[in-house]
């Protein structure tokens, strides 16, 4: 489903704050893969997500979406393939747009756009059907303007566009960390719905390493732009906070001492 080949991407080359965030990454993920990605701030982990989304090109390395070469190809190229939803609520929708025009937006993601008008009555009715799964009342607003709507709200909409026509591949980056916890425990639980709707394939980054083991088949810790830890199966079934805590230790040579991720020991 994706797969990820001697990826290397550098920043500011050359100059004094030269910062080298992946080295040499590999990564195959099958079709149906839900894997938390955890670390140290600047372990290269959001730059991972980047690369997939096509943000950034790669000094070096290929990444194949299913069976094409996607290396060299535009954020917009690889948007009918690739889903995303950020840490930032506002960042996923179009604030002074309604929740049905943003839904429409994001069904035509990856299309050509014609001229025609971009709702009609059957996507209403659809998009309804869409929202009414969440159970946050918004099936009732669909001519609201998204700014109106809370952090929750947002964030729960930006993941239903951003699984709209069943993305190859889906990229959650940190996306509870804004919300308060009893919000981030909702927006979780929708998430999990969303993707086992949809058998989606899915990496998250996160800092809550109870949620990293819990969520998902695989867990991948990554140091210094390198994947230093990739657990699956029963080995990751057995292993605990403490545990990936001295495993870290072990494969990196040194503590982790990101603070948000040890609060959420």
């Known amino acids: 489903m994706l797969e990820i080949v001697n990826l290397h991407k550098v920043f500011n080359y050359g100059k004094v704050n030269q910062n080298y965030a992946l080295r040499g990454i590999e990564l195959s993920v099958s ?8 670390g140290s701030n600047g372990a290269g982990k959001s730059t991972l997500l980047n690369m997939v989304a096509g943000t950034y090109p790669p000094e070096i390395g290929r990444i194949n979406i299913g069976p ?23 960042k ?11 839904l429409s937006m994001a ?39 998204v700014k109106l709507l809370s952090g929750g709200q947002r964030q729960a909409l930006t993941l239903l566009m ?28 929708i998430t999990e719905q969303v993707v086992a709707e949809h ?23 990554m140091d210094k732009g390198k994947i230093i830890l990739d657990l699956r199966g029963e080995e990751r079934e057995k292993t605990t906070v403490p545990g990936l805590l001295k495993m870290f230790t072990e494969k990196s040579g040194h503590e982790l001492t990101d603070d948000r991720v040890l609060l959420s020991k």
Not at 31 to 38: K, L, N, Q
Not at 205 to 216: N, R, Y
């Open 107 to 145: 069904g035509k993601r990856g299309k050509k756009r014609g001229l025609r008008p971009g709702l009609n009555q059957r996507q209403r009715v659809s998009f309804k059907e869409l929202l009414a799964k969440l159970e946050l009342g918004l099936e009732n607003r669909l001519e609201s303007p």
């Open 162 to 189: 951003a699984t709209l026509g069943a993305p190859k591949v889906l990229l959650l980056d940190e996306h509870t960390a804004a919300l308060d916890p009893k919000t981030a425990i909702q927006i979780m639980e």
């Open 31 to 38: 079709r149906g893969d839900f894997i938390t990605i955890i």
């Open 92 to 102: 996923g929708t179009a604030s002074e747009m309604t929740i049905e025009e943003n």
């Open 68 to 90: 094409t070469d996607v290396t060299n190809w535009s954020v917009h190229k690889r948007a009918y393939l690739v889903g995303r939803v950020f840490q930032d609520p506002l």
């Open 199 to 221: 058998e989606l394939t899915v990496l998250m980054v996160t800092h809550d390493l109870k949620q990293a083991l819990s969520l998902g088949n695989r867990t991948i810790m």
